[in-house]
């Protein structure tokens, strides 16, 4: 219990850091916010006028005060650009990169385990070797090259999906399911082949320790030796790197998104970014930290789980 | 060396041989002017255009080699940012500990745990994209990654004999540091080094392919993708060459860097 709380609370000063980062790092830029949403319009009452308006007139500390409050309550402020409520451009936008990012680290779960099992099991076999250069091949091609390729091959030969026809999961949970497997594909494909190759390392760095040689010499059967004491050991170290990989599938959804015109949160980033749209910015990226520090307490909680020796 | 490792040394000596050649085309020459478009020229694949043109009738072939000089340049540089400033952090931190490295091991791992595509679209976001941006914001993102393996080899070299004994003949901290633990840290420097430039060659094409890299018309491997995308039903070679240049560029620093990691 101890541990738990010791987690959380450093995990609340991380959230705080990564907030005052976020909300400091923007009120250095030059030049007044004010002058530049007015562009050609600004004249000195004017700039005056929406200066006081926007709160730019009040000290810094007080104004990053009143940004946390109101995040609290669920109020981002209002985009220059939209001229609306962040919450409300955002909602939908988070549901989307959710859901792609959710299909996509089930994809690499789903086909990494057996994959890198399989290859750790039979690791002098002919098609192991296939395997593995195959890997190496795979881990080099950016997602956003392998999202091309998908694109051609299963929009253009096969015809499975329409590019660029992505349906909104408020509107057809299924089929946008359906569009949004073949980008969480392109994101998955080089985490799978980085599992698939650290599942097989530490299984064999494993199955040569004295434990496991002493497990067989007292007549245990190999299957049951690799699954009870291999297999288990194995799997601390691609445990902390899933937790790791899903903060970089979060990110990851920034650029495959840009790939299938799907719009979610790294879209909608990538325009308010060339827009200048910063209180925009400002929220995608503290949602998208605040995303990346919960995960990573996750997988501190995860490998408490796996082995209550652990202490991180 | 194993014969795996060997198979590995020696297609990555290839293919990074390939990307030299590339890289001192693109400096020195090309067979087209990078930048001309002949809207009369054909598309497709020809002895005179090897790779094609693309949709405003440019040489395929003359951008990639451009573009992977392009490439090169934001990589060594975002390299060389992460290497220097990683030294320096690992080192500080590994050899003298204390304070200093509870502060900046607990940065580095902050920054570590952060995406370097978030980190470097934060940057972009404040300063505007370009090149330089560019440059800055992803050698950032390099530093904690290269600081974090030189403080653990730094960490275990600080206690061997021999130091112990060039500490005891009353060299300083400064000569201790520079003369007698750098250079034993070159191996791993070597293999960092290279998977850097593999992280840094994906990142920058991730980037310009988001348009937040160097600046059109100038042909970057990234931007050349999502130009052809438009055309990719029509036109796809446009598309797949500086793809497959990307590929080739990633793969041969990695099996470098796999090969040399063992020894």
């Known amino acids: 219990m101890k541990y738990v709380i010791k987690k959380l609370l450093t995990t609340l000063i991380t959230l705080f850091a990564v907030s005052a980062l976020v909300f400091f790092s923007f009120s250095v830029i030059p030049g007044n916010p004010a002058v530049s949403r007015l562009g050609t319009e600004a004249t000195p009452e004017k700039i005056e006028k929406l200066t006081h308006e926007m709160g730019l007139d009040r000290p810094l500390p007080e104004r990053y005060g009143e940004w946390v409050l109101n995040i609290l309550h669920g109020d981002f402020g209002k985009s220059y650009s939209y001229n609306q409520k962040v919450t409300s451009l955002l909602s939908e936008k988070i549901g989307t990169t959710l859901i792609l990012s959710v299909i996509a ?13 399989y290859t750790a099991r039979k690791s002098d076999s002919k098609l192991d070797v296939v395997l593995t250069s195959l890997n190496q091949l795979i881990m080099a091609i950016p997602s956003f090259f392998s999202g091309i390729l998908i694109t051609l091959l299963f929009g253009f030969v096969f015809k499975l999906f329409t590019p660029g026809a992505y349906v909104s999961y408020k509107v057809n949970f299924l089929r946008c399911v359906g569009y949004l497997f073949f980008p969480a594909l392109a994101i998955a494909l080089p985490k799978i082949s980085m599992v698939v190759k650290l599942l097989k390392d530490t299984a064999l760095k494993e199955a040569n320790k004295d434990y496991v040689v002493t497990a067989y010499s007292r007549g245990n059967a190999t299957r049951a030796v690799f699954y009870k004491h291999v297999l288990k050991n194995a799997m601390i170290p691609v445990i902390t790197f899933l937790g790791m990989t899903f903060a970089d599938i979060i990110a990851g959804s920034i650029i495959v998104e840009q790939v299938f015109s799907v719009p979610g949160l790294g879209r909608i980033l990538l325009t308010s970014i060339s827009g200048r749209d910063y209180p925009m910015v400002q929220a995608i990226i503290l949602l998208l930290s605040v995303f990346v520090v919960i995960s990573n307490l996750a997988v501190d909680f995860m490998y408490r789980a796996f082995d209550k020796r652990i202490r991180v | 060396m194993t014969g795996n490792n060997k198979v590995k040394l020696i297609i990555g000596l290839v293919l990074t041989g390939i ?79 204390g304070w200093i490295d509870e502060i900046l091991m607990r940065l580095n791992d902050a920054v570590l745990a952060f995406p370097s595509v978030l980190l470097a679209l934060l940057v972009i976001g404040l300063y505007g994209g370009g090149r330089n941006t560019l440059i800055l914001a992803l050698g950032i993102a390099f530093i904690p990654s290269f600081a974090r393996i030189i403080r653990s080899e730094v960490l275990k070299i600080k206690n061997l004999d021999y130091i112990q004994s060039v500490r005891l003949f009353g060299a300083g901290h400064l000569r201790i540091i520079v003369v007698h633990i750098l250079p034993n840290l070159k191996t791993v420097m070597l293999s960092s080094i290279l998977i ?28 050349m993708l999502s130009e052809a995308q438009a055309y990719i039903f029509t036109n796809p070679m446009t598309a797949v060459f500086p793809g497959i240049t990307i590929v080739i560029m990633i793969l041969g620093f990695s099996l470098l860097s796999a090969a040399t990691e063992k020894g």
Not at chain 2, 53 to 67: A, E, I, M, P, T
Not at chain 2, 72 to 87: D, K, N, S
Not at chain 2, 210 to 217: F, R, T
């Open chain 1, 105 to 117: 680290i089930i994809l690499t779960v789903a086909v990494a385990f057996p994959l890198g099992i």
């Open chain 2, 19 to 97: 990307v030299f050649l590339m890289l001192l085309f693109g400096i020195f020459y090309t067979p087209y002017d990078p930048m001309a478009m002949d809207a009369s020229v054909s598309k497709s694949i020809s002895l005179k255009h090897i790779m094609g043109c693309d949709q405003f009738g440019r040489d395929v072939f003359s951008r990639v080699l451009v573009g992977v000089k392009e490439t090169m340049i934001v990589a060594g540089a975002v390299v060389l940012i992460g290497v220097f400033f990683g030294t320096v952090v690992g080192t500080l931190t590994g050899y003298f500990g």
């Open chain 2, 196 to 223: 850097g430039f593999n992280n840094a060659v994906l990142a920058e094409a991730g980037m310009s392919y988001l348009g937040m890299g160097v600046a059109p018309p100038n042909p970057s491997l990234g931007r």
